[in-house]
Structure formats: C-alpha cells, structure tokens
C-alpha cells in the first residue's frame, strides 16, 4: 500500500503541478518498517496512471490562497509543488524517460528509500558501490561495466574531493576486480603532484611507481627506440620549423634506416672525407668538423683540426704543417684518417648523444653537398642539445620494455615545467601505440589500456602560451585522437582537473561519463552546459554549492543525473592532497 499524499490539479507540457493534502508534509516517514522521505525540493514522487506509476522530481513549492465562501474574512493556504516527470515503473522496474503523463484528480504517492535507489543504481546486478545519494542517504550501486568502459571526467575547484573520488573509483574497482583485471588490463596514472606513490589505490609493493626527477634521474621511464626514433616525435621535442628543419630530421633518421649496418665511426670517417677531399671547401664544415672532434671526445683529432685554416679567396684548407686538403684525399688519407682510425672509439655511446652526433653529421654533409644552410638548422641542433640535456635524466631507450605492470603511477612532481610538457605526450604515444598495435586486428579488443591523467588541464590545455604552436597542436591532436578512436582498440581515458574550460572543448564533449564536484568559474559552467547534454537544469545549478566530496553524477552509464555523497578512503590511501590544519600547525606548545 502506497501512502498518498496529493493529487493533480494541472498538466502544462510537461509540468505537472500538484496539491499536497495537509498532513503530508512530514520531513520523514516510516510505514510499514519502510521509510519514505517527505515532500520537498529534489525529492521523488509517484503519480498513478492506472497501472503505471509516474515517477516525477519536485522542483518548486509555492503557498496558493482559498477565501472561504462562509466566512469571508477567512483565507485557507494550499501547498502545491511543481514536478518533473523523470520515468516510469511497471512490474517494479524502473524505465527513464516521458513516456505517459498524468490527468487531473490522479493520486501522488510518496516513494520508499529502496525503491529510490532502484531508480539511480543498479540493484541486485553489481555491488559496487562508492558513496550515497546526498538527500536520500541511499548506497548506489553503479554500473561499473558502463563506467570504465568510456572515457571519464572528474572536474572540481581544488579541495572540493576530486581526487578522493578518482581514487575511491579505482580502489574499489581493484579491491572487487582484482584478479580478474590481471593479464587483461593496464592501468597507467600520470600523476603530476605525487599524490599516488604510496599504498593510493593499491599497496605500493603491488604496484610500479616511477618517479621521475629532472635533476637526480634516479628512475627513468623505458621509451621503445622505435617511439624515440621517430621524426614527429624529434621535430616536437626540438620545435623543428616545417619547411626546412623537419626534413633534416627525416634525412638523419632514413640515414640512420638505410646503414644501420655500417659502424658509426665509420659514418664519422666518411663525413670528414667528405669536408676534406671537397674540391670547395666549406667553413662551416670546418666549424661543424671541430664540434664533432668535441662531441665524440677525440683530443688529438680536434688539436689536428684547430691547426686547419680555411683560405676564403681560393675556398681551400690548409694545415699550419703546410697539409693541403682538395680534392685528390692525400690531405685527409696522411693526417684526418689515421687519427680517426687510432682514437675514436664510439662502441659505448648511448641513444641521446648518437642522435646529437648523426644530427652534426647529417647537417655537416648537407653543408658540403649544398642540401642545406648552417644557419637554417643550427637553431633546431641547440634545441636538441638544450632537450637531451633535460631529457637523459628521465628517459630511458631501450629496443623492448619489460612487461607493464597491472598499475604504473608516473609521477612528474619533481619534473621541470619543460619536462612536464613533453613527458606525458611521450608516455600516452608509447602506451597507446604499443596497445593499438596489438589490438589492430581484433574486434572487439581483448586487452584494455587506461590512461588517467590527474590535473589534466596542465597538457590538454589550449590556453598555453609557453610553447610552440606545432607543439601544442600535435599534444592536442594525440590525445583527441586518443579520446575519438581509442575505445575501438580498448583504450580509455579518465581525466581529472580543476579547470574543465581550460581543456580543449573536443576533448571534453567526447567523454562519456562525468563526477562533477564544486565549480564556481562561469565559463567551467558554460563548458559544461555546452558539452553534457544529459545534465538537467536543476543539478546544474547545485554545482555552484556543492558541499566537499558531493558530485553530480550523469553520463551515458545513467539513467538520470544523481547528486552522490563520495565515501572517504581511510588516511593512509588517500591521494596525498589533504588541506593543512592550521589549529594544529599553529598551536602553542604546551607549557
């Protein structure tokens, strides 16, 4: 038996209004051992029409005046509601969306606590469950199947529990999936704070953290040489200009493919012949010649060389010793050769500083042969070596990584602001292009690869103004192309920030699910009023006042937006974010 509080007594569109009987406005009721919440804003109604039950959302409340015939001084006050019908129930199961109305004179039933969450979650099908409705106090079971299988967003103004919420989310999905989630799933965190490096989400004995350091460069990230290697990613790491710097890159790289046979000294060997068996010598071959002599370390070759003039009238070389060096070799062959054959010795030189010497190189036969000039590319080299210097002490190349980790939390905290830019576009490509080649041939995907970014909008901003122009359009093209195609190979991801406007507005209308904390920023609200069309008006306006840790709730996996209170985790696997209690911090010492 229901317990009926009112009746209808208008239907404009699809307004409903409603008269409350007097003795219904009780703020709480038990009938029967069940409870039932009384009549007031956001609450839920049912209205029967015939064998369906209406189910509505109050939305307004207003006093109407009746003057008494009989007495007529005497004025009666009416309590009528506005309601929004949101549903049905048929058979005691929920279904969203207006598909009947009511009629004038049909009862309002008020609707039991259980049959609210019935309504929002997914009871009797999942159990997992991270938080409670805000006025119900009711435990939501979500559909966690339709929630990591979409792109996720968590927004927030900072210390509104965004980071709690990112972290319950997972936590409880390893604590309920753990073993299921082995051999089948990848986890990445690219965490800019550090606020994952401890027992967050899982024990750190079960985890892998990275936590990279731009100065000390105690542990580095394992980049494949095929990601490294690659001119997109060179020319955006060294801002290559399109015209002239990128295909020098490309030239160093398909030289690099095509004699990847033949020994780098002997690459070395055949560059300086070229500068010096030249029947036009080149000074900026003999300027590049010595910076070589430098860069691999070869003392008595670079002496050799300051001891070379060039002559700009008749465009020759010569020794102080009185060596030529023209066109018929005898120069190089007595003098250069020997001493390159004698005391180079480049067997032990890593990926970075090859990459320095082949661009050196490459650009020094360019200049010989004309295919280049010095001062076109010489700016694109002195970013490479400014980028390599930074860059060493957080990356690692290596032809096979080890296998990933079930979680691998990167953490950029002790990075510089220049790292922080690069990094996380290297550690997404690696990731996402390992995960696509594996998966290209199967539908649907047997493996599935999340990337959460916490403080996304420090990479996905379109704000920036401290980089270039390519950079940030081909950071951004990444990840909208992560978040556009990235579910037909499995890969998901889930971002969390402070500043949703920030983000580009593509990224942001291609997530699938959102947890909205308090946010006071107009244009984070008008972001969100453009980009979520399943957000009501209603709980769009409670984002503004949103206590700490409530979150409207909507998506694709929902039915209807909901209004969640996010359970806090215990101290020590929360995300390292807490405020600073200023009463403890100040206090006076105890005497």
């Not at 979650?121 to 938080?131: D, L, Q, R, V, Y």
């Not at 299988?149 to 989310?169: C, P, R």
Request: aromatic residues 10%.
């Amino acid at each position: 038996m229901s317990i009926v509080v009112g009746e209808v007594i208008a239907v404009t569109g699809i307004r409903i209004s409603l008269r409350i009987f007097e003795d219904s406005s009780q703020e709480t009721i038990f009938y029967e051992g069940v409870k039932y919440r009384g009549v007031s804003i956001r609450e839920h109604i049912s209205i029967q029409r015939g064998f369906i039950d209406i189910v509505c959302l109050v939305e307004g409340e207003f006093l109407d005046e009746k003057k008494l015939e009989a007495e007529a001084e005497s004025t009666q006050y009416i309590r009528k509601v506005d309601v929004r019908p949101i549903g049905y129930i048929v058979d005691n199961k929920f279904f969203e969306g207006v598909k009947y109305m009511p009629m004038i004179r049909d009862k309002a039933s008020l609707i039991s606590e259980r049959m609210v969450g019935k309504i929002y979650g997914t009871e009797g099908k999942t159990s997992f469950c991270i938080g409670t409705m805000l006025k119900e106090n009711v435990p939501i079971n979500l559909p966690w199947a339709r929630i990591f299988n979409s792109h996720l967003g968590i927004f927030g103004n900072t210390g509104s529990g965004k980071s709690n919420t990112l972290a319950k989310l997972y936590t409880t999905l390893f604590d309920e999936k753990y073993q299921a989630l082995k051999e089948k799933s990848k986890f990445v965190i690219i965490d800019f704070n550090g606020e994952y490096t401890e027992d967050q989400i899982l024990p750190a004995a079960d985890k892998q953290i990275t936590v990279l350091d731009s100065k000390k460069g105690k542990d580095k990230f394992l980049i494949e040489a095929a990601h490294f290697w690659d001119v997109e990613t060179l020319s955006l790491l060294f801002q290559a200009t399109t015209n002239t710097q990128q295909p020098f890159l490309r030239r160093v790289l398909s030289g690099k493919e095509r004699f990847k046979d033949v020994p780098l000294k002997r690459y070395v060997e055949k560059v300086f012949e070229r500068v010096f068996s030249t029947g036009e010598a080149k000074s900026d071959a003999l300027d590049l010649s010595r910076e070589i002599a430098r860069m691999i370390d070869c003392d008595p070759l670079e002496d050799h060389l300051k001891g070379i003039v060039y002559f700009t009238k008749d465009k020759y070389f010569k020794h102080g010793n009185s060596t030529y060096y023209n066109s018929n070799g005898t120069g190089f062959e007595q003098s250069i050769k020997p001493l390159i054959d004698e005391h180079v010795n480049l067997n032990a030189i890593d990926q970075f500083s090859e990459l320095i010497l082949r661009c050196y190189l490459q650009l020094c036969s360019d200049v010989v042969f004309g295919y280049a000039q010095y001062e076109h590319i010489q700016p694109v080299l002195a970013r490479a070596k400014s980028s390599i210097a930074a860059l060493r002490n957080v990356l690692e190349i290596v032809d096979v990584p080890p296998p990933p980790h079930l979680l691998h939390v990167i953490s950029l905290k002790r990075c510089k602001n220049e790292i922080k830019k690069i990094l996380p576009l290297l550690i997404a490509k690696n990731f996402y292009t390992n995960h696509k080649d594996s998966e290209n041939l199967k539908s649907p995907p047997t493996s599935t690869l999340h990337l959460i970014i916490d403080e996304a909008h420090n990479i996905l901003s379109e704000q920036s103004t401290r980089e270039h122009e390519i950079w940030k359009d081909y950071r951004l093209e990444l990840f909208e192309e992560i978040i556009k195609e990235g579910r037909k190979y499995g890969v998901y991801l889930t971002l969390s920030s402070q500043r949703p406007a920030d983000i580009s507005p593509t990224i942001v209308s291609q997530i699938h699910n959102f947890f909205i904390h308090r946010l006071v920023n107009e244009r984070d609200l008008m972001l969100l009023d453009n980009t979520i069309s399943t957000l009501d008006t209603n709980s769009k306006a409670l984002i503004p006042t949103l206590a700490k840790g409530c979150c409207v709730v909507t998506g694709t996996a929902f039915d209807l937006p909901m209004i969640l209170k996010i359970d806090p985790l215990l101290k020590q696997h929360r995300p390292s974010s807490d405020d600073v209690n200023l009463q403890e911090l100040w206090a006076l010492p105890i005497a």
